[in-house]
Each structure stands twice: as C-alpha cells, then as structure tokens.
C-alpha cells in the first residue's frame, strides 16, 4: 500500500499543476521552463518508485499519465517558443490534458486493507465502507463513528490531552488547537484567540502572541508589543532565535518595542549596538577622537585608545585576514613615541616602535634591531649580550642564526665550518657537525677524527659530538645534544659518578644510570642506590 499511495499522491500533484494551468490568465516562457521542471521531478519519483513495487497496471497507467502530460508540456514551450502565442492553443489542449487525468484517476487502484490484493480507487471517502476507509480520489479516508469521511482537522478525536498545536499538527499538518481536546484548521495569525494556537498561520509562517496585549501576530520585529516587556536589546532578541530585532530608540533613549537589526553605524544608543544585521560584532565606540560616540563594526580602529600593547589589540580583534597591533604615535619632541588604540597589522618596516614589531599583515613575524623593525632576520638580533653566544642566535629565529664574527648580534650559519670562528663552530648550514682544533674550525669526519677513533661505532660517536661543544647549563638540554651529557652549569660534560658532579644542575644520573638526590652534596662519597 506504501508505494500505491506514493503514486497516487504523485499523480495528485500532477493533476494540482495542470489545473493551474486551466485557470492561469497568461504564462511567460519562464513559467512554463519551471512546469515542465516539476513534471521532470515527479516523474522521476515515479521512476524511483517503480522499483520498488510489482503493481503492473497502476505503473503502466501511471506511465501513461507522465508521459501525455510531459508531451503536451514540451509541445507547449515548442509553440510558445517559435509564435510568442499561447491563447489559440491553450484551453483546447488544457481540457484534453484534465481528460486524461481524470481517465488515470478514476482507474487508479490501491492494496487493500488487509495487504492481499488490489482494489479500484473510489472517488469519496464516503463511498468506502468503515472496514475498507483508507484513500480516495479526495484524499486520506478516516473512520468516524461508523461512517468513513476525509481526515481534516475536524475529524480529529475529543482527547483532553490535545491541548496545544504541536498535537493538532502532528494529526495533520495543517492543523491547530481550536480548544482544549479539539483541533481546527489553521488560519491568519490575527484569528487567533489563544496563545496555545498561535503557532503558525495557514502557509506555515511563524505567529506571536504578544503576552499584555493577548493578540496574535505575525512574527515579525515590528509587531512585538510595545510594553515594558519589550524595552532592552535582550528582551527583543530573545523573541526569536532567527529574528534579528533590537529594541527602538528615540531622541537618544531606549523606548518599548523592537525593531529590525540594521548596520551598526544606524544604531544612535548603547543599548542597540550589540549586533548587526548579518550578526556581526557591534561595538560603542567612545574614543576622544570622535565628535561623539558612534556604534560601529568591530574593527581594530574601534580599540578603545587605552588599548597599549600588541597583545591586547591582537586580542580584542583578529580574524583570518585581519590582525590588529598597537598604534604608536611618533613624539613631537622626539622621544619614544606614545601607544594606544590599534591599527592593522602592516609591513614590518613600518613600525616606528618595539612593542609594534611583533608581526606583519602577513602573520610573519617582525625583529626589533633596537632602532629599526624589520622582516625578522639574523640581522635584526641585537647587537648585545641578549645574542652573544651559539645557542641564543639559534634560539632566535629557528637554529638559522649563530653568532656574528664580532660576538655580539647573530648572522646566518655559513655554508662550511671552515669559515667559522670558535663560537660559531658547532654546526654548518646543512646541519653538519663541526670541530675547533684549537685554531680553526673544521668539518667532523672519520677521516679527522682523533686516532683512538678506531671502529666505525667509535666514528659515529665521534661525528655525533662531544659533551664540550654545547654551552648548555641544563641537564635536560645537554642530555637532548647528547644523551650521555649532563652539565657543569656553563656547559655540556660527560656523565661521571654522583659523587663527582659538583653542580646542582648536573646531578641527575650517574655513569650507571641510577638517580641521584640534592641531598648527594652532604654525602660525597656516597653512591645512590
């Protein structure tokens, strides 16, 4: 019966568009594009559909049905098309097309009541008797009392717990509350008596019941009551989760009832300056530079001016293409300049002050020389004891930097070790290990490694390093260079016995690996176990 009636509710429609046409004054040739569309989408249906049944006669008269109303369809936009008339050959055609529908109608069939066997469609629910009311030409069947009528809001049982709309509506679409344990049809939102039925009007537009006033309404912002129930930004929203409404004002204050969202810069008071109309941020800007306090889009010009380091201005705003920064006004009388308020991220070249020089427009980061910001480089190190070693340069821009010939500021890693001065000489750009002899700096191979180097595991130990050449003051970072250093609290050294580490830092493990305490200081001579 599923698949029966999908059919039958299908060739409803189809019957629906071609009493339109009957009755339609004029049809543009845009109109008819769109019809013949909708005979495409049910037809496709009815494709879909016949997979899925076996009842042979109702598809084949079905088919039949399709394909006479697609023909005069396409046989219609052929004439409009070419003679840009439609009158002379419109109601003849119209009336043969309604014939056909009401042969295929008057001879459609459906499964039974008890699923065995088809029977004939009649043309009124009233036709059928109680044990046999399922669907007629008219429509869904019901049985009321011992009569079989067509189901509409008014057949609807007296039940006492049908006390609201989503009830009527769940018995048929169309329907709503008329009064406790009943249903009616559903009509203008302005008809309605009770807030239990004003939920939708007859085209499923939503209504609202304005709760002092006790009237039902169209959903729309200007028809919320204007009561003290309605008066703030909150209360306005809160009508609806997808109308945009904030509360009216008038001569600078807030006054009962909502109105629609709108731009930012349309809103005059606080109160309204919450969101736009497409949802956007809203902020009431009060800054000194302004005449006067103005609603406007979120930006980072809209940044209060007491706004001072780049972290908040990022903070307040920033999205996948914009990044706010500090604003730093230059002196008049050339000292530091003054921060507040923010602007755009920019070129980093542009930036007049360190606290700025943090990022471009590009989200690359910046480097501060100490007078100049520039695209962050091994050049913009400072010149100062900040960058004075191999480790600090490489911690500044991603082991690219060691430290310049001078030993103050950073320059790139060269190509070779051999150009390398002593506190350079750890590794070359391609990430080659290097060693200083003690007069010059040269490329680690097994070809001069020391003469004890031997094997080809003594080799690899060799080229992986030794504890000395990493000024790190941490165990972690030594045992990270190489996993057998720990530290002297300046730099790297091999792992002895506890009892002859001699810093703090340094006293984790021994040779053998065992754990060692603070406490070791106190004791010496002491082995942890």
């Known amino acids: 019966m599923l698949y029966a009636n999908k059919l039958f509710l299908h060739a409803q429609q189809m019957e629906q568009i071609v009493l339109e046409l009957r009755y339609a004054q004029k049809l543009t040739l845009m109109e008819v594009v769109l019809i013949i569309y909708k005979i495409y989408h049910l037809y496709n249906q009815f494709l879909i559909i016949q997979t899925l049944t076996s009842h042979d006669t109702y598809l084949n008269q079905f088919k039949f049905m399709c394909q006479n109303v697609l023909y005069f369809l396409q046989w219609l936009f052929y004439k409009i098309h070419l003679k840009k008339q439609l009158k002379k050959y419109y109601h003849s055609m119209i009336d043969g097309l309604i014939e056909i529908f009401n042969t295929a109608l008057l001879q459609s069939v459906l499964v039974n009541s008890g699923g065995t066997a088809c029977q004939t469609m009649v043309s009124k629910c009233a036709d059928q008797t109680s044990t046999t009311c399922l669907y007629s030409v008219e429509g869904?069947?019901?049985?009321?009392?011992?009569?079989?009528?067509?189901?509409?809001?008014?057949?609807?049982?007296?039940?006492?717990?049908?006390?609201?709309?989503?009830?009527?509506?769940?018995?048929?679409?169309?329907?709503?509350?008329?009064?406790?344990?009943?249903?009616?049809?559903?009509?203008?939102?302005?008809?309605?008596?009770?807030?239990?039925?004003?939920?939708?009007?007859?085209?499923?537009?939503?209504?609202?019941?304005?709760?002092?006033?006790?009237?039902?309404?169209?959903?729309?912002?200007?028809?919320?009551?204007?009561?003290?129930?309605?008066?703030?930004?909150?209360?306005?929203?809160?009508?609806?989760?997808?109308?945009?409404?904030?509360?009216?004002?008038?001569?600078?204050?807030?006054?009962?009832?909502?109105?629609?969202?709108?731009?930012?810069?349309?809103?005059?008071?606080?109160?309204?300056?919450?969101?736009?109309?497409?949802?956007?941020?809203?902020?009431?800007?009060?800054?000194?530079?302004?005449?006067?306090?103005?609603?406007?889009?979120?930006?980072?010009?809209?940044?209060?001016?007491?706004?001072?380091?780049?972290?908040?201005?990022?903070?307040?705003?920033?999205?996948?293409?914009?990044?706010?920064?500090?604003?730093?006004?230059?002196?008049?009388?050339g000292g530091s300049p003054t921060l507040g308020g923010c602007q755009q991220t920019a070129a980093c070249s542009s930036y007049i002050d360190k606290e700025q020089c943090q990022i471009n427009a590009n989200g690359e980061p910046c480097g501060w020389n100490g007078t100049q910001c520039a695209d962050k480089a091994c050049s913009t190190a400072p010149a100062t004891t900040d960058y004075d070693d191999d480790t600090k340069c490489r911690a500044y821009l991603s082991n690219k930097c060691t430290v310049s010939d001078s030993g103050l500021g950073c320059v790139d890693i060269p190509a070779t070790c051999e150009t390398m001065t002593q506190k350079q000489c750890y590794y070359n750009k391609a990430g080659d290990p290097c060693y200083w002899t003690g007069t010059a700096c040269i490329t680690k191979s097994c070809d001069n490694a020391p003469d004890a180097t031997a094997t080809a595991e003594e080799c690899n130990t060799y080229l992986a390093g030794f504890c000395e050449d990493f000024a790190f003051a941490t165990d972690a970072l030594c045992k990270q260079a190489i996993s057998t250093c720990t530290t002297n609290g300046t730099n790297c050294v091999g792992i002895t016995l506890c009892s002859e580490t001699n810093t703090d830092g340094g006293c984790v493990n021994n040779i053998q690996n065992i754990s060692s305490l603070q406490s070791i200081f106190n004791n010496p001579n002491t082995y942890l176990t």
């Open 140 to 333: 869904e069947c019901v049985v009321v009392g011992t009569s079989c009528v067509r189901k509409t809001c008014d057949t609807a049982a007296t039940d006492a717990t049908r006390d609201d709309d989503s009830e009527c509506s769940a018995y048929q679409q169309s329907c709503t509350v008329a009064r406790l344990g009943a249903c009616q049809a559903r009509a203008a939102c302005g008809a309605y008596k009770s807030s239990l039925q004003c939920k939708f009007n007859t085209s499923g537009g939503k209504c609202f019941w304005n709760p002092t006033n006790k009237t039902c309404v169209d959903l729309n912002c200007g028809n919320i009551e204007a009561t003290t129930s309605y008066d703030t930004h909150n209360e306005c929203v809160a009508v609806d989760s997808t109308l945009a409404c904030t509360v009216r004002a008038t001569n600078a204050a807030a006054v009962q009832g909502c109105m629609a969202r709108g731009a930012c810069a349309s809103y005059t008071i606080e109160e309204q300056c919450k969101t736009n109309a497409s949802n956007g941020v809203c902020v009431w800007n009060t800054n000194a530079n302004l005449s006067s306090p103005a609603c406007q889009d979120k930006s980072c010009t809209s940044a209060p001016t007491s706004t001072t380091t780049h972290n908040d201005c990022f903070a307040y705003y920033n999205t996948a293409t914009v990044r706010c920064t500090v604003v730093a006004t230059p002196s008049n009388s």
